[in-house]
Each structure stands twice: as structure tokens, then as C-alpha cells.
T-cell receptor
Framework: TQLLEQSPQFLSIQEGENLTVYCNSS?????LQWYRQEPGEGPVLLVT?????EVKKLKRLTFQFGDARKDSSLHITAAQPGDTGLYLC?????????FGAGTTVTVRA | SQTIHQWPATLVQPVGSPLSLECTVE??????LYWYRQAAGRGLQLLFY??????ISSEVPQNLSASRPQDRQFILSSKKLLLSDSGFYLC????????????FGPGTRLTVL
């Protein structure tokens, strides 16, 4: 079993602050995805990174894949209440994804 | 564009009753299909996946089974539900390319009483 550990488990910040969520593993992945999920809904894909050291930016979100393709981070700049949700990382190998336990992010207005 | 459907959205079943959850995908051919279970506010546990009609791989020994009778249809079943089968069940598809991106349905909330 390929284990992905996310930290922190919970994160509560004020609107306008920055936050970083981490995803670490002892396994190497062919790709890594970040998803965001709202209560009672399916996860929605935010980004896929496939190259070690890759950095992708989507508006206020910055995603980084570690050089060894074992870890990743998600950084949100100037968080907004709409960023509230469960953030999940997932590593891909052999047609399957292994998911982390998730980070629950709450952005207070 | 591709869409994925799951039904029912919610289900309350007594212990020992059968189960059938259905997932269908539109707008793509020969997708890889997946069933996950999610505990409240936590990560996803892969239950089954399928890379083609009639091909099912089980990840976790359990009270559940899966079938793929058609290319874009994936069914999760049980003959006798247990209390521990309660949870949020998610179906997902991918196009089988190396990036392993998966796209999820809206989920089914199952409560076993």
C-alpha cells in the first residue's frame, strides 16, 4: 500500500491570509493530483503534476511536485471563504490513485 | 464533454438487505472505472476498479462486489449489508492515460440501520 500523509489535518484561517498544505510519501509516483471536495459532493480535480520539481499556478493556487516525485505542496495566497473545503492529494501508479486523508480548510470571513 | 452519473443520491437500508448502486459515464469510450468509499471528512478508500467490460479488480476484501456489464456502466452490489457498509460511495472514471487523472461522480450516501 502506498501511503500519502497530508498535513495539517485541519486548518482555519482568516480571509486574506496565506496557507500551505503538504502531502508526503515514501513512494515515488508517476503523477500527483490535488482535489477539492465540498460536503456531500464528489472531489473536483484542481491540478495534475507529473514532472519532478514542477510548479503550476492557477490564479491564487500554487502547486509544487517534489524533485523525487514523492511529495507535493499546495499554497493558497490571500485565501477567500470560497476556498473552504477538503483538499485531497492523490498519487498515481498502475492505473490507480492512492489518496491522502485530506486537509480540511476553513477560511473565515 | 464527459459526464458521470450516480444513483441513488441517498439510500437508507436495513442490515441484511441487498444493495445495488449504479454509475454511468457519458461522452467517452472504454474508460477505466473506480468505486471508492469515503469516511466522513476523510480520504478515499479504493474498493474496485475496472479497465474493461467484465474485468474487475478488488482492492479490499469485503462484503461488496462490483460488475461492469457495459462499457460505461459500473455497479456496486452486496447480498447482505452490514452496519460497517455505511458511508459515502464515489464512482470515478479516467481515460487510462499515464497522468491517471480521475473524475468523480456526485456520490451516494448509504446509511445501514
Amino acid at each position: 500500500t502506498q501511503l500519502l500523509e497530508q498535513s495539517p489535518q485541519f486548518l482555519s484561517i482568516q480571509e486574506g491570509e496565506n496557507l500551505t498544505v503538504y502531502c508526503n510519501s515514501s513512494s515515488v509516483f508517476s503523477s500527483l493530483q490535488w482535489y477539492r471536495q465540498e460536503p456531500g459532493e464528489g472531489p473536483v480535480l484542481l491540478v495534475t503534476v507529473v514532472t519532478g520539481g514542477e510548479v503550476k499556478k492557477l490564479k491564487r493556487l500554487t502547486f509544487q511536485f517534489g524533485d523525487a516525485r514523492k511529495d507535493s505542496s499546495l499554497h493558497i495566497t490571500a485565501a477567500q471563504p470560497g476556498d473552504t473545503g477538503l483538499y485531497l492529494c492523490a498519487g498515481g501508479n498502475d492505473y490507480k490513485l492512492s489518496f491522502g486523508a485530506g486537509t480540511t480548510v476553513t477560511v473565515r470571513a | 464533454s464527459q459526464t458521470i452519473h450516480q444513483w441513488p443520491a441517498t439510500l437508507v437500508q436495513p442490515v441484511g438487505s441487498p444493495l445495488s448502486l449504479e454509475c454511468t459515464v457519458e461522452g467517452t469510450s472504454n474508460p477505466n472505472l473506480y468505486w471508492y468509499r469515503q469516511a466522513a471528512g476523510r480520504g478515499l478508500q479504493l474498493l474496485f476498479y475496472s479497465v474493461g467490460i467484465g474485468q474487475i479488480s478488488s482492492e479490499v476484501p469485503q462484503n461488496l462486489s462490483a460488475s461492469r456489464p457495459q462499457d460505461r456502466q459500473f455497479i456496486l452490489s452486496s447480498k447482505k449489508l452490514l452496519l460497517s457498509d455505511s458511508g459515502f460511495y464515489l464512482c470515478a472514471w479516467s481515460d487510462g492515460t499515464g497522468a491517471y487523472e480521475q473524475f468523480f461522480g456526485p456520490g451516494t450516501r448509504l446509511t445501514v440501520l
